[in-house]
Nanobody, 123 residues
Framework: VQLQASGGGLVQAGGSLRLSCAAS????????MGWFRQAPGKEREFVAA????????NYADSVKDRFTIFRISAKNTVYLQMTSLKPEDTAVYYC?????????????????WGQGTQVTVSS
């Protein structure tokens, strides 16, 4: 499966953005999907994940109650709705797909990665 992330940009603190990750290839509904981010000089970290069915979601503590992950199977797309953005949310955001681990938090369990999309939050 190939993944294409989009929707990043520059936003003021307190603002909102919606990231999209469009999947091409067969059986999008067979994959758990996740969002990760990497700030300059830091390791890539987990942000949010959603199971194949969309019933189960998982969030990093730092984004819980501010970010929402959801998927629309008919569009082969997973989204990350980000609200109340903070400067510390500034990073390159990556979407990823896993075939066996649902809404996993672990980078190592993801099989496919998209290119990143830059999110910059100004104070």
């Amino acid at each position: 499966v190939q993944l294409q992330a989009s929707g990043g940009g520059l936003v003021q603190a307190g603002g909102s953005l919606r990231l999209s990750c469009a999947a091409s290839g067969p059986s999008f509904s067979n994959y758990g999907m996740g969002w990760f981010r990497q700030a300059p000089g830091k390791e890539r970290e987990f942000v949010a994940a959603i199971s194949r069915t969309g019933i189960s979601t998982n969030y990093a503590d730092s984004v819980k109650d501010r970010f929402t992950i959801f998927r629309i199977s008919a569009k082969n797309t997973v989204y990350l709705q980000m609200t109340s953005l903070k400067p510390e949310d500034t990073a390159v955001y990556y979407c990823a797909a896993n075939a066996a681990y649902g809404s996993s938090r672990l980078l190592s369990e993801y099989d496919y990665w998209g290119q990143g999309t830059q999110v910059t939050v100004s104070s």
